[in-house]
């Protein structure tokens, strides 16, 4: 079974809906990120949290929010979706225990389109 | 000017080239990592090194920290080997990494 886990995979909704993107991790790791990919800009960062009680602003937050329920699980949520937030999103988790290297292990990605 | 540049955006070769893709970054880091995206969208990571060489296989990532470069090389390139290649840095003190735009590699048998 995968260590990281997205659901769903896919989802087409509309302008103004609600949409929730959840993300669990078998991988025991304290530090959870949620990516956004679009064509030719690579990957940014939405929200990040490094333990249950902390979350985090990224470069690109305006339109998302978070929920870190558990260790094992980080939710993104697009209160109004619009469609520019149509692109491809990624959870993440790292467990630095304690060196500064940073190395990341993903979900399989969730492919979201608003119409 | 992104913190981490990638060239180039795409490269085709034939199968059995040898492959180079470059990263150059302006910022100071603790560590680079090189990351593989398949066509179906998944993300692996394939190196995270600070300084000198790493080899897995067919692949080899150097990087010079005075030059502020990477270079993820793929010794004879195989079709399967076409995927997005992808640069990150763990920047110093930000526990944050922050990734290139990819590099687009197509091999052609």
């Known amino acids: 079974d995968a260590d990281v886990t997205q659901t769903p995979r896919n989802r087409i909704t509309k302008t103004g809906k609600r949409i929730m993107l959840e993300c669990s991790q078998t991988?025991?790791?304290?530090?959870m990120y949620w990516y956004r990919q679009d064509p030719g800009l690579g990957l940014r960062l939405i929200y990040y949290?490094?333990?249950?009680?902390?979350?985090n602003k990224g470069e690109i937050s305006d339109g998302y929010s978070v929920s870190r329920q558990a260790q094992a699980k980080f939710s993104l949520s697009l209160e109004s979706a619009i469609p520019n937030q149509t692109a491809l999103y990624f959870c993440?988790?790292?467990?630095?225990?304690?060196?500064?290297?940073?190395?990341?292990?993903f979900g399989p990605g969730t492919r979201l389109t608003v119409l | 000017k992104n913190e981490v540049e990638q060239s180039p955006q795409n490269l085709t070769a034939q199968e059995g080239e040898f492959i180079t893709i470059n990263c150059s970054y302006s910022?100071?880091?603790?560590?680079l990592h090189w990351l593989q995206q398949h066509p179906g969208g998944g993300i692996v990571s394939l190196f995270m090194?600070?300084?000198g060489k790493k080899k897995h296989g067919r692949l080899i990532a150097t990087i010079n920290i005075q030059e502020k470069h990477s270079s993820l090389h793929i010794t004879a390139s195989h079709p399967r080997d076409s995927a997005v290649y992808i640069c990150?840095?763990?920047?110093?003190?930000?526990?944050?990494?922050?990734f290139g735009q990819g590099t687009r590699l197509t091999i052609n048998p």
């Open positions: 949290s490094f333990d249950v009680k902390d979350i």
């Open positions: 993440a988790t790292s467990d630095p225990d304690g060196s500064s290297y940073n190395e990341q292990f």
């Open positions: 090194l600070s300084s």
């Open positions: 910022v100071g880091i603790s560590a």
């Open positions: 991988k025991g790791h304290d530090r």
């Open positions: 990150a840095v763990d920047t110093q003190g930000a526990q944050k990494l922050v």
